[in-house]
């Protein structure tokens, strides 16, 4: 059956287009793809520690439950990062309309890097202080991808990774760069993991783009009800853009991988 179409793919290219003339397509793609990933992630989080209140601190008189959920090895055993509270979507888009947003945003990112050194350091652009937006755009922005809804199946359906190719294309298109360069489809992905049939063990891929392969192979481990430790990741990346959307595919699904930067197919 084909997976619903996501529907906001567009909305969020036309803001691309109204700021265009504030900011090249080769420095917007940091902005757009930062922000996806701080929105998904506390959406993953927000929805677990719901998950969490509702099964694990069941059990729990009312005192402790929050203190349950607060539990950051809980998230880490269930494939999700823990989001603390100025890192977190809510706190950012309370504070929108704040002359500093940059500035939240950036400490954001930071929090999150000192939270996960090494899922998430140097990989989400701290860039929106030094980005040609001022704090009106960034609102407007902000805003916008709070309209975002991933849905209850979101893991399943990989909707990070296709907004990721949607986004892609329209960059690589933008730059005159064909989009093969950076993603894989899905369905060639999800074929090679199937045909050599992932059990565990260790998966390198030579030139991993924004992680694909990796991607297929944690959720043909998930259907089957393997544990996702039992697979060891790693894989190199030419393209320091990309090597940073690899590491952020990885760090929503709560794993890392040993993952450098390298051209595999000259050196």
Known sequence: MKEKDITFEDKLWKAADKLRKKVEVHEYKYVVLGLIFLRYLSYAFEEKRKEILNREAKSYPEEFKTQVAEDRDIYLANGTLYVPEKASWDYIKKNANQQNIGEILDEAIGVLEDEHPKQLKDV???????????????????NLFSSIRFGLEHREKD???????????????????????????????????EAIDVK????????????????????????????????????????DFVWKMCKMNLAIRGTEGDIRIGDSYHE
């Open 124 to 142: 989400i652009p701290k860039t929106y202080t030094k980005i040609n937006l001022d704090h009106c755009d960034l609102a407007y922005l902000i």
């Open 200 to 239: 565990g063990g260790w998966i390198f891929d030579p030139g991993c783009g924004s992680g694909g392969f990796f991607v297929s192979a944690l959720e043909k481990l998930e259907r089957e009800g393997i544990d996702t430790t039992s697979l060891a990741i790693y894989g190199q990346e030419s393209k």
């Open 159 to 193: 909707i990070f990774g296709r907004i990721y190719e949607y986004f892609l294309g329209k960059f690589t298109e933008a730059e005159g760069k064909k989009g093969g360069e950076f993603y894989t489809p899905r369905c060639l992905t999800k074929l090679i993991v």
